[in-house]
């Protein structure tokens, strides 16, 4: 059973490329974006809780999501892999995921980081923004994400690397090209 973080700056292609790897192993996936996206639409506690955080571009605390976390994974099953996508990103989150899989006998497979220019990144967001519906999705925020992710998130590039699991990936050109680039590491894990 294979987990893979699937690591990258809002708009570096995670949830894309995501797609692209279920459809070819067979895996399943965690995007905790989706997960929140849903409990706000459900209108639960946590959801309204989040959103405030969400529409302002800031993280969610960690407390909040290392507990759906652990919850999501459970309820997944047996399966080939998975794949953790918009997770962990900050340091204690990904203490939190380690800690979670040695309770049960496995651990991160290998971290694939999607490295794409930061105006590249705004520019496909602030695109993405007409027709997504993603409250986050306009230029002031689509800025404030991009700073809170070099501040909070980008650390965990040299703590991946410290793991020996860091694998960084060219994030842009088509998404083929891409996606052959992480198959080709996870054919070798
Ligand atoms: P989340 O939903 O994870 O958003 P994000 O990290 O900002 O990233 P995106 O989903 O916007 O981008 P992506 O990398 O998936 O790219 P995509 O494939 O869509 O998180 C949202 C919010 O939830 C956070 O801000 C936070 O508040 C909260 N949150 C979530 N997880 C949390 C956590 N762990 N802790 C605390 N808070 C948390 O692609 C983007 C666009 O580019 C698309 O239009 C796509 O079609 C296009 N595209 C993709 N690849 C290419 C390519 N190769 N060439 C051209 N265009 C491309
Ligand atoms: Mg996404």
Known sequence: MKNIVIFGAPGSGKGTQSDLLVEKYGFKHISTGDVLRAEIKNETELGKTAKQ???????????????????TYDALGQCE????????????????????????????????????????????????????????????????????????????????????????VKGYGTLQEINDALCAIIDKL
């Open 81 to 168: 892999g998975v794949i953790f996508d918009g997770f962990p990103r900050t340091i204690p989150q990904a203490e939190a995921l380690k800690a979670m899989l040695a309770e049960r006998g496995t651990a991160v497979s290998a971290m694939l980081e999607l490295q794409v220019p930061t105006e590249m990144l705004v520019e496909r967001l602030v695109n993405r923004g007409k027709t997504s519906g993603r409250a986050d999705d306009n230029e002031e925020t689509i800025r404030k994400r991009l700073d809170v992710y070099e501040s909070q998130t980008s650390p965990l590039i040299s703590w991946y690397e410290t793991e020996g699991l860091r694998n960084a």
């Open 53 to 71: 955080f969400i529409d302002n571009g800031q993280l969610v605390p960690d407390s909040l999501i290392i507990d759906i976390l652990a919850a």
